[in-house]
């Protein structure tokens, strides 16, 4: 069944804050995904990959175009989706636990209540004995998965997870994949992720859809035919390394373009 | 004077946690020793210094008393200085305790109304670049000797850095940490209560430490304008009677009090913002192997 789905989304802005000419963002973006899906996004710095987040968070309005949820467009997306950004957004001055009973707190979960369900998740997303702690405290990684938990508590059905793990190191990402995928696994909520490791997109996802930039369109989408729970080794299997080849290559092409936009500008 | 507080946007790569290795009381006194010892081998290095000075150079007692003679006087004077002290500082808290509350009182609506911003800021920017001492007599012909021209002076002198500070640091809340608490369904007041005013917090703080610094020097000037008793009122005075010793001695219990004050502001940012401080203190731990 179809959780979530655009339908023609656009977006421009105000090219600057005088002129009355406007710079388109997103163009026709049709995108659809069911119910436990994991599905990713991949494309260039500046597809508006961000402007597509924020839409569908409810955060901004789209100039044309509509979202679905479960089918129907709501007055007001604001607050139905778990949004995750870049950044762990972590409060400094509210121990983990506080940090991550955020979000039941706001739709007034009495806190005792809060407390116990957060407290179940800690050994899950390997933060047991870090509960009174403050974020500072924690390594990179750590505050990844709190900000997950956060997330995840909130209990909103679909999740909008912005590149999570952009800032962490290679093999700490690696493991953070792999615990994700787990713990997606356990719960099989619809999980709508956006990277720009193409590897990273295909190991973790059901689909993938590549965009191009400028204004961001969805480029190609595909399916990805390997059997779960996926595992490491997988990442250097042929048909994994083709399929890669095949996502990257528009990939390379825009990157290329957007080079030489650049130095023409320049 | 604003400071940039909140820690860990990037943070290096992964480490252990570390163990509490020693006990933790012996760490603590070890740490106070750290602290307290530099400064006070300092000021005796300074008083020593001093009194050599003077005694090799042979100044009169009128223009520089030994420091030997200025602790005597603040034994002999003890009650005199006591009695002042205790009327100065009732006006310093009091006036303090205004200028938190006028500091605080106008960073709110500056830093979260755009238009209040624009109409009050340049204003209060501009109220500090009125000569304090042109206008304290002013204010004496208004209110009287009592202490309410005290306190309005102090007022005015200290609550400029706790404003400036506050509003800084209500416009540090991230936009991203905004969005998402509106995407957990905040509305304006809640994400002021939830981020945008603890965020605040350490600039706050440290506006209240300059203000708490800036309050003595008020008091002081506005016993000089008009005051029947007080350290600031000793002070002119003695200076009348040229008693140079007995000065030394006013400007020692002055500076004690303004310490005094500091120590009190920073000792309840300490509890009140332990975040702050332990975060700072330990840095960084973790542990990826669980993962």
Redesign the interface.
């Known amino acids: 069944m179809t959780k979530l789905e655009t339908r023609g989304l656009s977006k421009a802005f105000p090219a600057g804050s005088s002129s009355r000419e406007r710079v388109p963002a997103l163009e026709g973006v049709d995108l659809e995904i069911s119910d436990g899906e994991f599905v990713s996004i991949v494309g260039p710095s500046g597809c508006g990959k961000s402007t597509l987040f ?1 839409i569908l ?3 901004i309005r789209p100039s044309g175009g509509e979202v679905l949820l479960d089918g129907r467009a709501p007055d007001q997306l ?2 139905h ?3 995750m ?1 870049q ?1 762990d ?1 972590l ?5 983990v636990l506080d940090n991550v009973t ?2 039941l707190e ?2 007034k979960v009495p806190r005792r209540e809060a407390r116990r369900r957060a407290l179940e998740q800690f050994p899950r997303f ?1 933060l ?1 004995g ?1 509960e009174r702690r ?10 990844q ?1 709190a900000a997950l938990l956060r997330t995840f508590l ?1 209990g909103r059905e679909v999740m909008l997870l912005d590149e999570p793990f952009g ?1 962490l ?1 290679a ?2 990402r690696q ?2 994949q ?2 994700l995928l787990q713990v997606w696994q356990a719960d099989r909520k619809t999980i709508l992720f956006v990277t720009h490791d193409v590897e990273e997109a295909i190991y973790l996802s059901d689909r993938v859809y590549v965009m191009s930039g400028r204004p961001g369109r969805m480029h190609l989408c595909v399916e990805v035919p390997f059997p779960r729970p996926r595992t490491f080794a997988m990442t250097s299997d042929p048909e994994f390394v083709a399929l890669k080849a095949r996502l990257l290559e528009p990939l390379h092409a825009a990157a290329a373009r957007q080079l030489a936009e650049q130095e023409a500008a320049a | 004077m604003s400071t940039a507080p ?3 946007e ?2 290096p ?3 252990t ?1 570390t163990p509490q290795s020693k006990p933790a009381g012996r760490r603590r006194s070890r740490r106070l020793a750290s602290r307290i010892l530099p400064p006070l081998l300092f000021a005796i290095f300074v008083l020593v210094a001093w009194q050599l000075l003077v005694n090799a150079t042979g100044i009169k007692e009128s223009s520089l008393p030994k420091p030997t003679q200025v602790g005597h006087a603040l034994w002999i004077d003890r009650s005199l200085l006591w009695t002042n002290a205790w009327v100065t500082i009732k006006e310093i808290l009091v006036g303090y305790l205004a200028a938190i509350a006028l500091g605080v009182g106008l960073a709110v609506p500056i830093a979260t109304s755009r238009v209040i911003d624009r109409a009050v800021y340049p204003w209060m920017v501009a109220s500090q670049m009125v000569p304090i001492v042109a206008i304290a007599p002013i204010i004496v012909i208004w209110t009287g000797f009592d202490l309410r021209p005290k306190v309005i002076v102090i007022a005015l002198v200290s609550f400029f850095p706790i404003a400036v500070n506050t509003i800084d640091g209500l416009r540090s809340t ?1 936009p ?2 905004t ?8 509305k304006r007041w ?1 994400r002021f209560r ?2 945008q005013w ?2 605040a ?1 350490p600039f706050l703080f440290s506006g209240l430490k300059v203000g708490a610094a800036l309050s003595v020097i008020g008091a002081v000037f506005a016993e000089w304008v008009g005051a029947s008793d007080g350290l600031g009122y000793l002070i002119l005075t003695l200076n009348n009677q040229t008693a140079t010793t007995d000065m030394f001695a006013t400007i020692v219990v002055l500076s004690l009090i303004g310490v005094g004050l500091f120590a009190i502001v920073s000792a309840i940012e300490r509890v009140a ?4 401080h ?3 203190r ?7 192997a ?2």
């Open positions: 924020n968070a409810g955060l604001l607050g989706i778990g949004y950004p950044k957004l409060m400094p001055w509210r121990t955020l979000g706001l739709s390997g047991r870090f403050w974020p500072g405290e924690l390594s990179g990684g750590m505050r998965r909130a800032a190191d093999l700490t493991a953070m792999e615990w | 909140i820690t860990g990037t943070r790569a992964e480490t946690p991230d991203e940490l969005n998402l608490l509106r995407t957990l369904g905040a809640t939830k981020a603890p965020a917090m913002l332990p975040w702050y332990d975060a700072r330990t840095g960084d731990g973790g542990d990826e669980e993962a």
